[in-house]
C-alpha cells in the first residue's frame, strides 16, 4: 500500500538493492515489477539488462501514475558470452561456480529511473576474477542458501566475496545497484526526491 506521497518507489524485491538505495537517505517504497525476462533473440547481455532495468521501472510506473518516481534495476552475470541466470538447483550451482573458478567473467548491472513518464538509464560493467576454488569451496558454498537467489550462483557482499581475486569495476554494480549511475540519475530528478544529493 502507497503512502499519500512516497519520495521514490524501488521496482524490485532485492534486499541486495533495497540495502544499497538506503544509501541515498530518500525515503522510498517498494513495487515489484512482474515482466517476462526471457531474453530476445540475438539480444546481446548489457542490452538486455538495460531492457530489463527499464521495463521493471515502466511497469510499475504504469500501475502507479505520473505523480511518482519509479527506480529498476537489473543484473547479468555473462562468461564467455554465457549468460548465467539463477541457479535453478544446488547442481546448477556448483556448475556455474566451477566454471567462474579460475576465470574472468562480467557482470552487468543497469539501473532505469521513470520521472513525469521520461525513462532514463545507466549501464555498468564490471570484470570479476575468481581465484581457482577446491570442489570443497565450492560445495561447502553450495550447502548454504546463499547461492540460490542470485544471477551467477554469488553474491560477492557475502561468503564468495573471499572468491574475488580482482574486480575491475563497481563493486555496488556486482551488488545489484551501481551507486554512482544511481547518483547520476537521482541527481538529474532531484527536484521534490532530495535537496542533497550534492
Known sequence: MLSE?????????????????RQFDIPFEIIVADIDETPFRDEQPDQMTLR????????????????????GGDTTVTIKG???????????AIEMLKRLSG??????SAVALVNQGICQTRLCST????FELTDNQITSYCNSQDP????????????????????????????G????????????FQSNITEDLN
Open 127 to 130: 570484470a570479476v576474477t575468481f
Open 5 to 21: 506521497k512516497p519520495k521514490l518507489i524501488l521496482a524490485s524485491q532485492s534486499p541486495r538493492r533495497q540495502s544499497l538505495l
Open 82 to 92: 554465457t549468460i548465467l541466470g539463477k541457479p535453478r538447483n544446488r547442481q546448477h
Open 148 to 175: 540460490y537467489d542470485k544471477a551467477g550462483a554469488y553474491g560477492v557482499q557475502g561468503h564468495a566475496g573471499q572468491f574475488v581475486k580482482q574486480l575491475e569495476g563497481s563493486y555496488s554494480g556486482v551488488m
Open 52 to 71: 530489463l532495468a527499464r521495463e521493471k521501472a515502466l511497469a510499475v510506473f504504469k500501475k502507479v501514475g505520473a505523480d511518482y518516481r519509479v527506480l
Open 177 to 188: 545497484l551501481p551507486l554512482w549511475e544511481t547518483h547520476q540519475l537521482l541527481h538529474q
Open 103 to 108: 576465470n574472468t567473467h562480467l557482470v552487468h
